[in-house]
């Protein structure tokens, strides 16, 4: 199955900026005026908002609660430190940010393993002692049809790390080079590119290698997708940070911000809307705070509970 039915969602307890991510993340902003309970509620009733929408569109959401014990501003973000593969196996990941490694709940893994079967654990959290990260579906974005993985270098996406893991689950590595306004690295890949059914959203004119770019048009072409080219302004409001689910009863169904919504032009839309209906939320304070969006917030789970097998 190329994209999932099941999400994990974390609720957002401990919720606020954080600084150590905030040296390499341009997508955040400290001071927007809200006191940090104002925040905390503001995205506690965001998240809420995401995870109703999703189950009025027949999308299944384990909503779990962080580890009080092991508070993280950026638990809302489960994305980054696991994913989940067809064959049963899940991957744990190394962060960069000392004070998100945390968040990799042994009380979470449990229970996905318990409940799912799962055959393999990767964990791949050693790699943080030796300084190489990669942070989950932030790092990587998977073409899970054709077997393919993009992988945008940056102090959070180690080439080597990439490439191991890739070999370890069966997809190519393709490497790019996404870079902002100022010539730094775009932290993660999936702000800059999303791979969806029959189309793709990507960033092209983040990537100044001619060669980068000849090659990803090459993709779309030999893959059937059409392309939907994203501005970096488009960038800035996570209009590359979507994700494509897949409903019980229907079509697909593409989840982003009201941000990036806004941000389509209506040409987008219409081209993304001829493949996927859209689903999009409001989740503002989340945005500006952490410096990630809806795609951030949701891991993807590739298997059925044993119990439905």
């Not at 945390?102 to 959290?125: A, G, H, P, V």
């Not at 503002?284 to 795609?295: A, L, P, Q």
Request: hydrophobic share 35%; proline share 4%.
């Amino acid at each position: 199955m190329p994209f999932a039915s099941t999400v994990l969602m974390i609720r957002p307890t401990s919720f606020g900026f954080n600084i150590e991510t905030s040296r390499d993340n341009a997508f955040q902003q400290q001071n927007i005026h809200l006191s940090s309970r104002e925040i905390q509620l503001e995205a506690e009733k965001e998240s809420r908002s995401l995870l109703e929408k999703l189950i009025d569109n027949n999308v299944n959401v384990i909503y779990a609660y962080e580890n009080c014990d092991n508070a993280s501003p950026d638990a809302v973000f489960p994305n980054n430190w696991f994913s989940t593969h067809n064959n049963n196996i899940i991957v744990l990941y190394p962060m960069l940010a000392a004070n998100r490694r945390k968040e990799k709940s042994d009380r979470l893994i449990n229970y996905i393993k318990n409940t799912f079967q799962i055959k393999e654990i990767i964990d791949l959290s050693p790699f943080e002692n030796e300084n190489k990260f990669l942070e989950g579906t932030g790092s990587l974005v998977f073409d899970h049809k054709n077997k393919i993985c993009f992988a945008s270098i940056s102090e959070r996406t180690t080439s080597e790390l990439s490439n191991n893991i890739n070999k370890k689950l069966g997809y190519k590595t393709t490497f790019l080079n996404y870079t902002d306004e100022n010539d730094k690295p775009v932290y993660h890949t999936n702000v800059c590119m999303c791979i969806g059914n029959g189309f793709a959203i990507a960033a092209i004119n983040n990537l100044k290698s001619k060669s980068e770019r000849t090659a990803l048009f090459e993709y779309f072409e030999a893959n059937k997708l059409e392309p939907v080219l994203i501005s970096p302004k488009q960038v800035h409001s996570f209009c590359g940070n979507a994700l494509q689910l897949q409903t019980t009863t229907s079509r697909p169904l593409l989840a982003m911000s009201n941000t990036a919504f806004n941000s389509f032009t209506a040409e987008q839309i219409k081209t993304i809307e001829k493949h996927s209906d859209i689903l999009h939320t409001e989740i503002g304070t989340i945005e500006k705070i952490g410096g990630g969006s809806v795609r951030c917030m949701l891991a993807e789970i590739f298997f059925q509970p044993a119990w439905q097998r």
